[in-house]
């Protein structure tokens, strides 16, 4: 993989699925090699030589070694790291180009900006912590759980402030939900052609929660029933991030969340407490969660008003438009990625839904003339991402690469020229248009708008 | 957290939820404090000081500060990390303690032994890559996939040699799954008293997978489909591990897997090839996957006469006996942990069964006596961990804490007395009898037979 261009995963492509350097060796191998003696009735020794592939040559040649174990890779034949060697393990060393990564220059401070999620070389729905996307607005800080609290103040009868211990023994839930900051594929709004995937829609990820349901803590704590209409949730880093949730969202799927992906929230992404809230932008789900207030109306805070609003043709703002609507991208093959050679691909992509769970997705090689419907890799739950992969055979002529999702209400993924007949061009957030990526005949993956 | 013994996670237990030091701090702030003038009315500055908690004295003081800021903690007030400063992140550095561990003497040597994952600490169903529990038979190795190969021979039209590059071509499946090593819980069949959680069941782990499915490479061989029952699969590693697996499973819901939680398989999970055998002990997940053979009946490896096998009490052994039954442990409160007093708790746990999905979970406090049915984390899946929650007010007496997992097919998890009737004391493998903790009057929990 030391000749994969950086980011993304590309796939060689020979004419079948057999290596012919390799087929090569087999029939040498079978054919003067008197060391096929050695080799037991079952393969174990040949086939052993082959998975050495290329570092056959590389092979330590033992003094007075058994002429079959010398074509045995090193691997095979010496003994490996002890068990928990890594008390906490991490990737392979083959792997370390994979990593979330700024945008230089997109904002003013790197405190005051968002690393991406390398989406061209992620599988499933779970994206591994450790390359959740980022976005910061003051840096992050490594809280000591100890000190931490919680307070739950304002239309409450009785405010309460609850430690880290007090939460984890009341009622947990787990769920699997997406997280998309509002401003994700904000460049596509201009005719930028961002190159890869992580930069167009790496402000995604999805994880498993788990927390207290916040209708437990505001029960708890008494909350005015009948003037209670909205919580602001309140975080604890210099920024001083505050949201307003309505209060029929706090009640419905909203976590107070202290674990991600079955272990401790990582302290870019909160720990030790963040709210989760389904479906809604990330600037909602509030990082190092301090304070939830009850209150009888919006709040209007500088972060739902200065920013996270909508600019629309006539030059009015959309505000608390929060709702992330269903969208989906291919992630691979995808910008920056290059296809060397035609005959049968897997195309593999992302599918969510704010409003509920993805119906379909259709995916297209011609740039929307023709569509086929994907397979949708189960389970397929509600606010968060479903992997899609269809197959492909390229013949090596250019092509336009779509997906467009659908989701359980019925609502269809618009195309960008939809998307900017109904909201202009001055738009930051919320752009949910179909992407394209355009294949050239030579295999080079790019980002065009159509 | 500084006072949690190691490993696990205990609960305090105040009376109630709120913090008595911190409201006396309220209640004084409100009453004699001239800096209340300068609070806003939102109390974000007040709530800011609550959250410092017990890092408010050690805030450092500026020369000419705002007096109501000086309250604030220093992550309220400081710009934190940027974005990307961990391009792969991170657990805190709070939580280093929460580990895999081997537990020593258990092996000869830590490169043919086990790590436990820290279940005592871990949430949901997925299991953090990074603490994903260890058993190898040779140590691990991170082999470089650019040489790695697959083969696939044996009764088949074309034996074939798959790159890594090819495998990442074809069609692809994600599935959560969990694994576990048939000796998992293998303590447990003598009285001894294993102390945690970790150590009684932590071979036990649960991710999303993604590959190919070994129906589609089988196919692409044209194997044999009159004498081809079986398949062997073995690893590259040293320990040349070897496993028998019937055709019928083969085909149905078995993946040769690249990925694990959203990223490719770290090298201690068998970098960069490893089979996902849903429901069968983790022995037959053979890891750095080279080769796959076609076969007309069983190989009878080693690893399936010497090892794997259940001593039964009339002295024969019971081989291929790989599915792992339907079984389940309470995780919190577990034994090592303590309840430092009484009131309210969540009491948590893992369910899983190898032939379907978990039915239902029942809790006792009573050592069996009296069952009560946990609230089932979703979505519950095939073959996968499914977390449970229960409520318990905790009086402050002796309580014996149990669960008992149900699967789809009916089947009740045995207690330990009526599996060591039916399969005596002399096993190793394939342990799934209820489990007990003690809670003692102090609070301790505690491994206990009944």
């Known amino acids: 993989m030391a000749d994969r261009p950086s980011p993304g995963r590309i796939v060689r492509a020979p004419e079948n699925f057999i290596d012919a350097d390799l087929q090569q060796q087999i029939n040498q191998?079978?054919?003067?090699?008197?060391?096929?003696?050695?080799?037991?009735?079952?393969?174990?020794?040949?086939?052993?030589?082959?998975?050495?592939?290329?570092?056959?040559?590389?092979?330590?040649?033992?003094?007075?070694?058994?002429?079959?174990?010398?074509?045995?890779?090193?691997?095979?034949?010496?003994?490996?790291?002890?068990?928990?060697?890594?008390?906490?393990?991490?990737?392979?060393?083959?792997?370390?180009?994979?990593?979330?990564?700024?945008?230089?220059?997109?904002?003013?401070?790197?405190?005051?900006?968002?690393?991406?999620a390398p989406l061209q070389g992620l599988f499933g729905m779970i994206t591994p912590s450790g390359l959740h996307f980022e976005r910061h607005h003051q840096g992050w800080h490594d809280i000591d759980p100890a000190g931490h609290r919680l307070m739950i103040n304002g239309l409450v009868r009785n405010a309460r402030v609850y430690t880290m211990d007090d939460l984890m023994r009341l009622p947990s839930v787990s769920r699997i939900h997406f997280i998309e900051c509002g401003a994700n594929t904000a460049m596509e709004w201009s005719n930028s052609a961002v190159p890869t995937v992580q930069y167009t829609h790496g402000m995604l990820s999805c994880s498993e929660f788990t927390g207290v349901p916040l209708s437990v803590l505001l029960d708890d704590c008494g909350f005015d029933r009948k003037n209670g209409k909205f919580v602001l949730a309140e975080g604890a880093d210099g920024s001083g991030m505050t949201r307003t949730i309505a209060m029929d969202r706090a009640l419905d799927d909203v976590i107070v969340a202290y674990g991600m992906n079955g272990e401790m929230l990582r302290p870019e992404n909160g720990y030790p407490l963040r709210l989760v809230v389904p479906g809604i932008q990330g600037v909602s789900w509030v990082k190092w969660l301090r304070r939830i207030e009850v209150g009888d109306?919006?709040?209007?805070?500088?972060?739902?008003?200065?920013?996270?609003?909508?600019?629309?043709?006539?030059?009015?703002?959309?505000?608390?438009?929060?709702?992330?609507?269903?969208?989906?991208?291919?992630?691979?093959?995808?910008?920056?990625?290059?296809?060397?050679?035609?005959?049968?691909?897997?195309?593999?992509?992302?599918?969510?839904?704010?409003?509920?769970?993805?119906?379909?997705?259709?995916?297209?090689?011609?740039?929307?003339?023709?569509?086929?419907?994907?397979?949708?890799?189960?389970?397929?739950?509600?606010?968060?991402?479903?992997?899609?992969?269809?197959?492909?055979?390229?013949?090596?002529?250019?092509?336009?690469?779509?997906?467009?999702?659908?989701?359980?209400?019925?609502?269809?993924?618009?195309?960008?020229?939809?998307?900017?007949?109904?909201?202009?061009?001055?738009?930051?957030?919320?752009?949910?248009?179909?992407?394209?990526?355009?294949?050239?005949?030579?295999?080079?993956?790019?980002?065009?708008?159509?």
């Not at 090699?33 to 020794?45: H, P």
């Not at 007075?64 to 010398?70: H, S, V, Y």
């Not at 090689?365 to 949708?376: C, I, M, P, Q």
């Open 29 to 116: 191998h079978g054919l003067d090699d008197t060391r096929r003696g050695f080799l037991r009735k079952s393969f174990v020794a040949a086939s052993a030589a082959l998975a050495a592939g290329s570092s056959w040559a590389q092979a330590a040649v033992p003094a007075d070694g058994d002429p079959a174990i010398l074509n045995l890779p090193l691997h095979s034949r010496t003994l490996g790291q002890p068990v928990a060697s890594r008390p906490y393990g991490q990737p392979s060393k083959f792997e370390t180009q994979l990593q979330r990564r700024e945008s230089p220059g997109l904002t003013r401070v790197s405190a005051a900006s968002v690393s991406f």
């Open 297 to 450: 109306r919006p709040w209007n805070t500088k972060d739902e008003t200065l920013h996270y609003v909508d600019l629309m043709p006539d030059g009015t703002h959309r505000q608390y438009t929060s709702i992330q609507e269903c969208k989906s991208v291919i992630t691979t093959p995808s910008g920056g990625q290059r296809m060397v050679g035609r005959g049968f691909y897997n195309i593999s992509g992302l599918a969510w839904s704010g409003r509920g769970k993805v119906k379909r997705v259709d995916v297209s090689v011609d740039g929307g003339r023709n569509w086929r419907t994907a397979r949708l890799e189960t389970p397929v739950l509600t606010k968060a991402l479903t992997r899609f992969n269809i197959d492909w055979t390229w013949d090596g002529n250019p092509a336009l690469l779509q997906s467009r999702a659908i989701d359980d209400t019925g609502y269809v993924q618009p195309t960008g020229r939809e998307l900017r007949a109904a909201r202009g061009t001055r738009s930051i957030y919320h752009n949910n248009g179909i992407q394209t990526w355009q294949v050239a005949t030579s295999g080079e993956v790019s980002n065009v708008q159509v």
